[in-house]
C-alpha cells in the first residue's frame, strides 16, 4: 500500500518562501508520476506541478511558473515543492499525489491521473 505524507507548511508573509515535502513509501522500483496540487477555501482542487520520480522535465501551472520548483530525489522517494515569492492567492491546502503511470503526460494535471494522495498541508500567505 502506497502512502504519501506530506510536510513544511505554514504561515508565511506576501513574498516569503516555503519548501514542502512529501516522502512516498510501499512503491516497488520504478518510475513514476508525482504531482502537488491545492485547494483553496471555496474553490476545486488544481494541479500546481508535476514531474517523474526520476527526474526529466517538470510541468506547471502557468500562476506558479518562475516561481515555485518541483524537485523529486529519486534515492529517498520524496518530493520536493521550492515555493517562493509566495502571494495571498497562493493560501491554499496542499496535496501530493502520486500516479503509477511512468510519465507526466496532459492528463497529470487533473485529479483521476493519480491513485495516491497525502492528507494535505496547509500554506497560508498573509499581505
Known amino acids: 500500500q502506497v502512502q504519501l505524507e506530506e510536510s513544511g507548511g505554514g504561515s508565511v508573509q506576501a513574498g516569503g518562501s516555503l519548501r514542502l515535502s512529501c516522502a512516498a513509501s510501499?512503491?516497488?522500483?520504478?518510475?513514476?508520476?508525482m504531482g502537488w496540487f491545492r485547494q483553496a477555501p471555496g474553490k476545486e482542487r488544481e494541479g500546481v506541478a508535476a514531474?517523474?520520480?526520476?527526474?526529466?522535465?517538470?510541468r506547471y501551472a502557468d500562476s506558479v511558473k518562475g516561481r515555485f520548483t518541483i524537485s523529486p530525489d529519486k534515492d529517498k522517494n520524496t518530493l520536493y515543492l521550492q515555493m517562493n515569492s509566495l502571494k495571498p492567492e497562493d493560501t491554499a491546502v496542499y496535496y501530493c499525489?502520486?500516479?503509477?503511470?511512468?510519465?507526466?503526460?496532459?492528463?497529470?494535471?487533473?485529479?483521476?491521473?493519480?491513485?495516491?494522495w497525502g492528507q494535505g498541508t496547509h500554506v497560508t500567505v498573509s499581505s
Open positions: 510501499g512503491y516497488k522500483s520504478g518510475d513514476y508520476c
Open positions: 499525489a502520486s500516479s503509477p503511470l511512468p510519465r507526466c503526460s496532459s492528463g497529470s494535471w487533473s485529479r483521476p491521473y493519480y491513485t495516491y
Open positions: 514531474v517523474v520520480i526520476s527526474g526529466g522535465r517538470p
